[in-house]
């Protein structure tokens, strides 16, 4: 079994790192970790180059401590580290690059007109993911 797990930068609680390692632990999968470095277009002519730059550490951070919740767990995991303006299209391709039977993942719980102006990113894959997702909150 391989289990995807998308990690949101924005997150500092990990829970579905810690759900997907408890699941990797019990069912021997591997484990990997999806952090995308979230660029907004034209990001560079307005907040000049550092801005990508940060966006990137928090993700690598965002990495780091993941992967320290799943040794927590128990579980070793690969990391994956993109920058991209779509985070769902990043997770989708990775799941179907990599054959994976399960991505895991949070919601930040947006509701009525916020959720539909904004878009989800869980919404998306769920909708377009080639495996099973699971959604955390």
Do not use: N, W
């Not at 829970?15 to 277009?41: D, H, R």
């Not at 002519?45 to 690598?60: D, I, T, V, Y």
């Not at 920058?83 to 039977?101: H, L, M, N, W």
């Amino acid at each position: 079994m391989k289990i995807l797990v998308a990690v949101d930068p924005s997150d500092t609680a990990h829970l579905p790192v810690s759900k997907a390692a408890a699941i990797a632990k019990k069912e021997g999968a591997e484990l990997t970790l999806l952090a995308v470095a979230e660029a907004v277009e034209d990001m560079e002519s307005l907040f000049g180059g550092q801005a990508s730059e940060r966006l990137k550490e928090r993700a690598a951070k965002a990495l780091d401590a993941a992967q320290a919740v799943a040794k927590a767990a128990g579980v070793t995991a690969r990391e994956v580290l993109e920058t991209g303006v779509s985070p769902e299209e990043f997770i989708i391709e990775e799941a179907e690059k990599g054959g994976y039977d399960l991505v895991v993942m949070g919601t930040r719980g947006k509701k009525g007109a916020r959720r539909l102006l904004l878009g989800s990113v869980a919404s998306k894959v769920v909708a377009l993911a080639p495996c099973s997702v699971l959604v955390v909150r």
